[in-house]
């Protein structure tokens, strides 16, 4: 598995394994299994998925060292700031099983995320989380948070796909040693992601699926990948993009498909942040 260097020296796999959306604990469980089997070691989950117990269930029973799995969690609005992101991690840690994270997110760019901050600072320094990251980070508040606090984000988790490509965000990231992360590297299917034209037409010169396309392109461009699936046949799939390359032109291809424009999350409108307010859970 290739992995990628953080700013902090932490290595980290170039392609992970998402659990978004998988709230059946059972299923996420043996999603999980299945990624771990498969030789996934970077599993990315979040408070507000409701599915750490699952996911640290899959990596005890899974007979793979602790230290060899790269485990992620978040944590959400209602919690931002420093008291209750503190007592949100030691409640990530128990539902995971854990004694440490290896990188730990504040989720979304909202509520008290200063405090959020210095709280995983602290944490970062003690050692009981490795890396620390954002999650959903435009890049007026990227750079406000990089210079009221000591420590750079190693991570900036955001909408990445071949039809939302952040190239400016990504840009102006490289300057700062923050190193982007893909959630929907899929556009969770929309647009018809999965048959595109372009993309299925690369993908037969090389004997590959639209899908492992747009990985390959993702591990090119230095961006970290979790796509997710319940599927152990997709799963499966997923994890096999090591056995090609994709030309300059190609690559150039695909880079000429960006839209510049969101299709999942639009962070930056007031209905988002109404809408991501009110989510509410029980950690």
């Given at each position: 598995?290739?992995?990628?260097?953080?700013?902090?020296?932490?290595?980290?796999?170039?392609?992970?394994?998402?659990?978004?959306?998988?709230?059946?604990?059972?299923?996420?469980?043996?999603?999980?299994?299945?990624?771990?089997?498969?030789?996934?070691?970077?599993?990315?989950?979040?408070?507000?998925?409701?599915?750490?117990?699952?996911?640290?269930?899959?990596?005890?029973?899974?007979?793979?060292?602790?230290?060899?799995?790269?485990?992620?969690?978040?944590?959400?609005?209602?919690?931002?700031?420093?008291?209750r992101t503190m007592a949100s991690?030691?409640?990530?840690?128990?539902?995971?099983?854990?004694?440490?994270?290896?990188?730990?997110?504040?989720?979304?760019?909202?509520?008290?995320?200063?405090?959020?901050?210095?709280?995983?600072?602290?944490?970062?320094?003690?050692?009981?989380?490795?890396?620390?990251?954002?999650?959903?980070?435009?890049?007026?508040?990227?750079?406000?948070?990089?210079?009221?606090?000591?420590?750079?984000?190693?991570?900036?988790?955001?909408?990445?796909?071949?039809?939302?490509?952040?190239?400016?965000?990504?840009?102006?990231?490289?300057?700062?040693?923050?190193?982007?992360?893909?959630?929907?590297?899929?556009?969770?299917?929309?647009?018809?992601?999965?048959?595109?034209?372009?993309?299925?037409?690369?993908?037969?010169?090389h004997g590959k699926s639209a899908?492992?396309?747009?990985?390959?392109?993702?591990?090119?461009?230095?961006?970290?990948?979790?796509p997710k699936s319940v599927h152990?046949?997709?799963?499966?799939?997923?994890?096999?993009?090591?056995?090609?390359?994709?030309?300059?032109?190609?690559?150039?291809?695909?880079?000429?498909?960006?839209?510049?424009?969101?299709?999942?999350?639009?962070?930056?409108?007031?209905?988002?942040?109404?809408?991501?307010?009110?989510?509410?859970?029980?950690?």
């Open positions: 598995m290739d992995t990628i260097t953080l700013n902090n020296g932490v290595e980290m796999p170039l392609l992970g394994f998402g659990v978004f959306q998988v709230a059946d604990q059972e299923v996420c469980k043996r999603s999980v299994l299945s990624a771990l089997e498969l030789g996934y070691r970077l599993i990315d989950t979040a408070a507000c998925y409701g599915n750490e117990r699952a996911v640290g269930t899959a990596v005890a029973e899974s007979g793979i060292s602790r230290e060899d799995v790269f485990i992620t969690s978040k944590v959400w609005i209602q919690d931002a700031c420093y008291e991690f030691e409640k990530t840690l128990e539902n995971l099983g854990t004694d440490y994270l290896d990188l730990y997110l504040v989720h979304m760019p909202y509520g008290d995320y200063h405090g959020s901050w210095r709280a995983m600072e602290e944490l970062a320094r003690g050692g009981r989380a490795r890396a620390i990251g954002v999650c959903n980070f435009l890049a007026d508040r990227l750079v406000d948070l990089i210079l009221s606090h000591d420590v750079v984000p190693a991570i900036n988790q955001m909408e990445t796909h071949p039809l939302c490509q952040q190239r400016a965000l990504r840009e102006l990231q490289a300057g700062y040693g923050v190193t982007p992360m893909a959630w929907a590297p899929f556009a969770e299917g929309r647009r018809g992601m999965f048959s595109n034209e372009t993309l299925s037409e690369i993908g037969s010169a899908a492992q396309v747009i990985l390959r392109w993702l591990r090119q461009e230095g961006v970290v990948a979790i152990e046949e997709r799963i499966a799939q997923n994890i096999d993009v090591d056995g090609f390359e994709l030309s300059a032109a190609e690559m150039s291809t695909i880079r000429a498909m960006d839209t510049g424009k969101s299709l999942i999350l639009d962070i930056a409108t007031v209905e988002e942040a109404i809408r991501l307010h009110d989510i509410r859970f029980e950690q």
